[in-house]
């Protein structure tokens, strides 16, 4: 009886172990691929090439409709063809590279696709969709609004291409401005739209909503105080189901004074009570609307041209 | 006979195959190991706050000792207050942050390190030495070389921290330039020096080495071509090793002609014959002279003032 007893102790004891072990493996292989893709998405999916490229004519993947993961920013960036334009976005995807769950929506002010802007995306290692609209000629004028178009074609590809199930976070990122990448954790708690301040405008240091027992009260600003919402391009973020929501939402050409774009296109989707001040109260600088210089290219017809074209 | 067989092979299979699953998990638990590293150094160490903090007066640490890991990029950048300083660091650091095995010299233009930039830097999750030298006034005109005490002092500190075991390779990144990942892999196999093109520099669109054969037989240049090596400080890099077999090579103050800085460092540690064309034969952009706009504060003072002090 006792022999009985042992041998099957001794037959069973290892199998239980196994089964033990086996279950353990599981789990580990489960947070081996949570470090990886928590990694993974921290690089902006460079490492293993799972850039989504998604163009104007093809259909959007990924749309952020996992309900368990974190809303996606969606950073609409109007940009043009100029000397620094390669530059810019350089150092634009080196910053945004690095914002997990990150969708930059580029919008070229052209008639096509240029070479270059093409050539720049797909090897950026950030996941994007590459659009463009031509800003009429009429509108290209010292004083008219810029990249009105680009950005409403913007919020038109994501009115037609995202739904009620997803969560996401829209912002308008220029291509010269200098990002923290604590901005993007800020915005990305965005409920209806939020508010900071921003570094190096309005003829000031920075300008900001001024905050009272967490409500935005009014505007520290140099410049066109009594506008309704008297931020920067750079100052707010709003969340993918408020642009959804309110359609009709667009940047405005018609009776659109000039540095109203801003206040124009908020008055139509929040009111001033209901803003979300970010950067503890308003209190920090985390963007900055760094300007850069024209470059003199004077010497360019001057002397020896070179032989073969060089992208620059 | 036939029974007392299968009951030891049941008792031993289980064992057998518990002892392979053991050492299966072990080898998981290694690659585990290796990817999270992998990673950790792509991420220039920011997740497991790995940053080493070395100051002027602490003794250094890591100094890329180690045989097998390739060669430590020491970048230079001289800094100094000013308006755009954090907006301009801030992206730096977004794009340096992802550079593997990545040094960071840092040198402030001021009697003491500033507030600003140290707090800057211990958040920068770059691997970084803080150093400060105040240029003297007289120095600080029109026309005079600039940056060049904090270069000197940079170089001083990798000749006293640094030895021949170290593999490194120096270069010197000022910080209003724009920087793509892809530079820093050029430059790190820089056996001696090594020379590159550089966007937007010397009123044209770009500055390069002329190549025939691998090597160096001229410059394109739209200034000043008759220089020995008519190249921008962007556009080259050092070998630790010959910064320190030449202790005596500085950037100079006495004799030297605006303009001229580049070219007199180089000619002290090299000759035109020996550079090492980089970019696929000096043939890509990968490095930008930006230069970022002064900026209006115009309104700084015109209007109500804050009733805090914020940092910009």
């Known amino acids: 009886m006792k022999s009985i007893f042992y041998s099957r102790f001794f037959i069973l004891l290892p199998w239980i172990l196994i089964v033990i072990i086996v279950i353990d493996i599981d789990t580990k292989r489960l947070s081996v691929r949570n470090t990886a893709s928590f990694y993974l998405s921290r690089l902006g999916n460079v490492q293993q090439r799972q850039v989504v490229r998604t163009t104007r004519t093809s259909s959007s993947t990924s749309s952020g409709s996992n309900t368990s993961s974190p809303p996606v920013i969606y950073a609409i960036t109007p940009t043009y063809s100029r000397v620094v334009q390669k530059a810019e976005l350089t150092r634009l995807a080196n910053t945004f590279r690095q914002v997990p769950h990150f969708h930059w929506v580029v919008v070229e002010d052209s008639n096509s696709h240029t070479e270059l802007v093409s050539r720049f995306l797909a090897r950026s290692g950030v996941r994007y ?130 540095g109203m774009q801003e206040s124009d296109f908020l008055k139509q989707i929040t009111k001033v009570e209901d803003l979300e001040p970010k950067a503890q109260n308003c209190t920090q600088v985390l963007v900055w609307h760094t300007r850069t210089e024209k470059v003199n290219l004077g010497n360019e017809t001057k002397r020896q041209q070179d032989s073969i074209f060089i992208e620059v």
């Open 129 to 258: 969709t590459h659009l463009n609209v031509l800003t009429p000629r009429r509108f290209k004028r010292t004083g008219m609004p810029r990249a009105t178009e680009q950005r409403n074609l913007a919020l038109g590809w994501l009115r037609g291409r995202r739904a009620s199930k997803d969560k996401g976070v829209v912002f308008f990122a220029d291509d010269d401005n200098s990002y923290s990448l604590e901005l993007f954790e800020e915005m990305r708690s965005t409920r209806k739209v939020s508010v900071w301040p921003v570094g190096l405008v309005g003829g000031r240091r920075y300008e900001r909503p001024l905050v009272k027992n967490g409500k935005v009260v009014g505007w520290y600003t140099g410049w066109k105080a009594d506008r309704p919402f008297a931020i920067d391009m750079a100052g707010f973020a709003v969340n993918l189901q408020v642009i959804l929501s309110n359609p009709r939402a667009l940047f405005k050409r018609r009776g659109a004074k000039p």
